[in-house]
């Protein structure tokens, strides 16, 4: 199982960015997916999560202004990030809790992490 992470760069404050990111391999279901974030000297934190049946969680810090989406058919988890703001700045990483297998335990996975940075 692999996660590709899309859509990081370099971006105004106040503009928008859309992360994506795709599972693929060998998937029987995905659980939950979400995004989470790292900067040097901090700990990884959780910015949205969303389960299969589109239960979400928001940061405090992302609420109201980031929206967390899925798409069960193809994979793959959204982040529309608007109004960004410069703390925002940060690796942006993908997690999916995955099934491999019908009678496998579920796993944690985790994306590359794509890079998010607001400046002017």
């Known amino acids: 199982v692999q996660l590709q992470a899309s859509g990081g760069g370099l971006v105004q404050p106040g503009g928008s960015l859309r992360l994506s990111c795709a599972a693929s391999g060998t998937i029987f279901t995905i659980d939950a997916m979400g995004w989470y974030r790292q900067v040097p000297g901090k700990q990884r934190e959780l910015v949205a999560h969303?389960?299969?049946?589109?239960?979400?969680q928001y940061a405090d810090s992302a609420r109201g202004r980031f929206t967390i989406s899925r798409d069960n058919a193809k994979n793959t988890v959204f982040l529309q990030m608007d109004n960004l703001k410069p703390e925002d700045t940060a690796l942006y990483y993908c997690?999916?809790?995955?099934?491999?297998?019908?009678?496998?335990?579920?796993?944690?996975?985790w994306g590359q992490g794509t890079q998010v940075t607001v400046s002017s």
């Open positions: 969303i389960t299969r049946g589109r239960m979400l």
């Open positions: 997690n999916a809790i995955i099934t491999p297998y019908s009678n496998d335990p579920s796993r944690n996975y």
